[in-house]
């Protein structure tokens, strides 16, 4: 008899792992991800949460490998398990199980309950107020204490965060150069950014105008969303903003899935351990999308690695944040699949 038939009540249930683990997603949902794509989803059991990659969300000019899709997804994952211990659940995680689905990123099983982690507490804060800040920063160095917890959280992944100096300037400033060149040198690339840019307000994903800012003279040029056409980085004035910006590379050993998933995850414990120590950051991988300048950043790196995505850094220059940048519904990421015939369903997670 089907489940809906007349006469026959079915009870589903969602038991406390299966809620822990949708309230890991659901905190997901915030992760960054290239151009605001949010190319994940969901699928959570009664006792693991399957992440996807959704490559219907690839960007294929910009992204044809799709490297910065599973980038994206791996800040997802480390969100969902900076949240996971933060509740204080122990857990384990299995990257791209090899099941014959290569878009099943990664499952993380919940195993039961463990002392919940301070660290994983703080982070959990930062994921409600991190947002990517393009704005200039203040002209107040970062302090090298504050670089040295960004450097160990990366390394508590395996991936790194190579910090550059200023000999290493002129580099990434040609590496951006190079990047500005080609891609906005590109009209299929200029027409695949601009269908992802939002008026404030609109839709689900992408990136909002308001979120944007003046691209000035900078000693790195960042990325230039309005495309408005090559040359438009070039310094044009004297005064440099940005000057007390500073630059880290995530770096990877390989350069392949499983690798492109664990500098999503490096990122993400960057981006959340710099919002906790009051730091902006915004996250540059058009330094990475473009072979030329992927090269340049590789040579600078001593041909150790590969350079996953860099990120800029600084103190911000003022308390009020940029805009935020509009999520998707969590009905549409998340999937959550009950048991059949328990006990009737206790309280739904927060948020859900
Ligand atoms: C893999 C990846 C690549 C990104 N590349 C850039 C970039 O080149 N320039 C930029 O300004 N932001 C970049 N971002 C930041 C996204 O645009 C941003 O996360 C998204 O618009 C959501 O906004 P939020 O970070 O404020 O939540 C990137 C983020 C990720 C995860």
Do not use: K
């Amino acid at each position: 008899m089907p489940a809906n038939a007349p006469g026959r009540t079915t009870t589903f249930h969602i038991g406390p792992a299966s809620q822990e683990l949708t309230r890991a997603a659901l905190a997901a949902v915030q992760a960054p991800s290239i151009l605001n794509t949010q190319p994940w989803r969901w699928r959570i059991t009664h006792d693991a949460a399957l992440l996807y990659a959704d490559q219907r969300r690839r960007l294929p000019i910009l992204d044809p490998t799709g490297r910065l899709l599973v980038l994206s997804c791996g800040t997802a994952l480390h969100h969902a398990c900076v949240t996971l211990a933060a509740d204080g659940a122990d857990f384990e995680v299995e990257p791209m199980p090899d099941d014959g689905d290569p878009d099943l990123l990664a499952v993380v099983r919940h195993r039961g309950v463990a002392e919940p982690s301070a660290r994983a507490q703080r982070q959990r804060r930062a994921i409600r107020v991190r947002r990517s800040d393009r704005r200039p920063f203040a002209t107040r160095p970062v302090p090298q204490e504050s670089l040295d917890r960004l450097c160990r959280a990366a390394q508590r992944t395996d991936a790194r965060l190579q910090m550059t100096w200023s000999r290493d300037l002129a580099d990434l400033a040609v590496a951006a150069g190079q990047a500005t060149d080609v891609l906005l040198g590109d009209p299929q690339y200029r027409a695949e950014l601009a269908a992802w840019i939002r008026q404030p307000g609109e839709g689900h994903d992408g990136v909002p105008v308001d979120t944007l800012a003046p691209l000035g003279a900078r000693p790195v040029p960042i990325r230039d969303f309005t495309a408005v056409g090559v040359g438009a980085n070039v310094v044009s004035r004297v005064d440099i903003c940005d000057p007390e910006a500073r630059y880290g590379i995530v770096v990877t050993d390989g350069d392949g899935p499983h690798d492109w998933l664990t500098a999503g995850v490096a990122l993400s414990a960057v981006l959340l351990t710099a919002t906790a120590e009051h730091l902006a950051t915004s996250p540059m991988s058009d330094l990475v999308e473009n072979e030329v300048a992927r090269r340049t950043l590789r040579r600078m790196l001593g041909g150790v690695g590969y350079p996953a995505i860099g990120v800029r850094i600084g103190v911000p220059a003022t308390s009020t944040p940029p805009p935020r940048a509009p999520r998707r519904p969590a009905a549409e990421v998340i999937e959550v699949v009950a048991d059949e015939a328990g006990p009737p369903q206790s309280q739904p997670p927060e948020g859900a």
